[in-house]
């Protein structure tokens, strides 16, 4: 059966369930306790007729929720396959408006529903905005890169059947790469060419990608090489059987995988001899148009970009005053800039470079997570079960992996939240930076806000995987300042950390808009980062591409935790004393990501003392 039949056919299936007979009145369900009347067990049938139309169509997904089918592939990557996406969510809006009557339904299932269709007009959002930018770049929707990490970090390999499924998605890379190929020449063709530093990275990454041993020459293992080896030798299993393994997977990386690589590799380099300077989304046909709507598809907010510049530079004035006060107290003078150089230039706020120092940073960090985790009750009505750990990154990572980063607890529970932090070159990572970091990803940061949504129990399996920068960053944001309010930050300098890491946000309020709406240079972006945060120039650079090829993507932390702020700010003044931090921390977590449209509606409704079910 061809792929656009399918489509039809899982569209189709779709579509009957709802013709048929009308169902009794439901009581209420133990396993979806939202469900109190026939339109909520409509709606509830056509949420999961639809997620099983989603699920069959994402492997990586039934990976990460440990689902047998499927192991042996990957979801492609072609425009192709963009448009029958397109053209899934748009069927499924069509029929969840015709078929459900939103006033027939419960406080719950009003929420569901609007949600929901949120989700699908944002998809549709998603795809235009898609069609009409980059296809990828080298830090945004990359297949080349993301998936080998993925086969890492993901593909567990338990039995023969894991580690074959393994091999086959080796050799099946190569068709990824050639799907990323096209789209971007498709683009090419319409004016649509990435930013000119992306050529020179997409290249070296890739051919890092395809070196090592079986791939090469060289001493050291391909990386993809040593995760298989080592994953398989974990087996119960003959030892022929194994050599028969890992003779396949030699093949499959020697033989497809690298020259596949080498080749993609070749291409962006023809590429990149014709480019000239691109250094953001202006250059793309309608660029301004794309700005504004990468804007409302990052924060779900609808801001003007030379606003959001002007309150950038508002910010980052207000959070420099702040700091100079510690400078003062201090006694030193200089820059802001100069003055976190002279931090990390203090011996006693830097990890040694050794394994003792090493253990020192995992158990200090390790440590601020405890301390919070004890305070959590008081601020929060529900808390997460899924403990959170933090791990190092893998020696062979750490120079791809360079900055802290949160890796979700498994769809199914199965397994803690990881905060996964790098211990290469610690004279890199100050103590006075590590406990905002910590509180940013662990809790009461990402892993909280994740770990809430994730264990939410009775509801669509829609709600507890929807996602938003814009409200999630922002969080991760707010919960920095939030720990002080919880008694973090004890020490002056931790507390300089913290208002260095809302200054940096500040910055990319004015860098992003400066690169994609003001039409600065690199240089330009770069040198107000460097003057601003202290960072050096090439780390400067490092960011400033980044947020070049994320347009909007920098905006979400800040926008989002001034939105938090506002809006419990506001409720504050509302109630007076009647106001209360943990129902209003419940009001922005217990339901999952929500877009702040939504959020906000819910907190006027709380303190307007009106329940859901009053709308």
């Not at 791809?400 to 905060?419: A, E, K, N, Q």
């Amino acid at each position: 059966m061809s792929a656009a039949r399918q489509l039809r056919t899982l569209l189709l299936a779709g579509f009957l369930w709802g013709c048929a007979t009308t169902p009794p009145e439901p009581a209420v369900s133990t396993t979806t306790p939202w469900i109190r009347s026939a339109e909520d067990r409509r709606l509830n049938a056509l949420l999961e007729a639809h997620e099983r139309v989603r699920l069959a169509r994402s492997p990586e997904i039934q990976t990460l929720m440990g689902l047998e089918g499927n192991q042996d592939r990957w979801t492609p990557v072609s425009d192709a396959r963009s448009a029958e996406d397109a053209a899934l969510s748009r069927a499924q809006l069509a029929e969840l408006t015709a078929r459900i009557h939103p006033e027939r339904l419960s406080g719950a299932g009003r929420l569901n529903f609007r949600l929901y269709r949120y989700k699908l007009e944002t998809d549709q959002r998603s795809w235009r905005f898609r069609q009409g930018s980059y296809a990828f770049t080298r830090t945004f929707l990359d297949p080349y890169a993301q998936r080998p990490q993925f086969l890492i970090d993901r593909h567990r390999v338990r039995s023969v059947r894991d580690a074959e499924n393994y091999i086959a998605r080796l050799r099946g890379l190569p068709a990824i790469l050639h799907d990323a190929l096209e789209a971007t020449a498709s683009r090419r063709a319409r004016g649509i060419v990435l930013p000119a530093f992306n050529f020179a990275d997409i290249t070296q990454t890739a051919r890092q990608i395809a070196s090592g041993r079986p791939c090469d020459t060289a001493v050291a293992d391909n990386l993809l090489w040593a995760d298989i080896r080592d994953k398989v030798a974990s087996l119960d299993v003959a030892a022929t059987e194994k050599q028969r393994l890992l003779d396949d997977a030699t093949r499959a990386l020697r033989d497809e995988l690298c020259p596949a690589y080498r080749a993609f590799a070749d291409r962006f380099v023809e590429w990149g001899r014709a480019v000239t300077r691109n250094d953001g989304l202006w250059a793309v046909p309608n660029g301004d148009a794309l700005y504004r709507e990468a804007i409302r598809l990052n924060t779900t907010l609808d801001l003007d970009p030379e606003a959001i510049h002007r309150l950038g530079l508002s910010e980052v004035a207000r959070i420099e005053g702040e700091i100079r006060r510690h400078m003062r107290q201090a006694s030193f003078d200089g820059s802001v800039a100069a003055f976190f150089d002279w931090i990390s230039a203090r011996p006693e706020l830097t990890f040694p470079n050794t394994d003792a120092g090493r253990v020192r940073f995992e158990s200090v960090a390790t440590s601020y997570i405890e301390r919070i985790r004890s305070r959590l009750p008081a601020y929060f009505a529900a808390l997460p079960q899924s403990p959170v750990i933090v791990r190092p990154v893998p020696p062979r990572l750490e120079t791809i992996v360079t900055s802290p980063f949160y890796t979700p607890m498994p769809r199914d529970l199965s397994g803690p939240g990881i905060y996964n932090i790098n211990l290469s070159r610690l004279e890199d990572r100050p103590i006075w930076q590590l406990e905002a970091l910590t509180y940013h990803e662990a809790i009461p940061g990402h892993h909280l806000q994740v770990a809430i949504a994730t264990e939410m129990r009775g509801m669509p399996e829609f709600r507890r995987t929807f996602a938003n920068c814009g409200f999630q960053e922002g969080w991760a944001l707010y919960a920095e300042g939030l720990a002080r309010e919880m008694g973090g930050y004890d020490d002056r300098y931790s507390e300089v950390g913290r208002l260095q890491s809302e200054l940096v946000r500040a910055v990319r309020l004015v860098v992003d808009t400066g690169i994609h709406f003001k039409r600065w240079t690199q240089d330009q972006a770069a040198g107000y980062f460097a003057a601003h945060t202290g960072v050096s120039q090439a780390l400067a650079h490092s960011n400033v591409e980044r947020f070049t090829n994320w347009p909007g993507q920098a905006l979400c932390y800040k926008l989002g935790e001034l939105e938090i702020r506002r809006l419990r700010a506001e409720a504050e003044a509302a109630l007076g004393p009647r106001f209360d931090l943990r129902n209003f921390h419940s009001l922005l977590l217990d339901e999952g990501v929500m877009p702040f449209a939504m959020i906000e509606q819910r907190i006027r409704d709380w303190m307007q003392g009106r329940s859901a079910a009053e709308r």
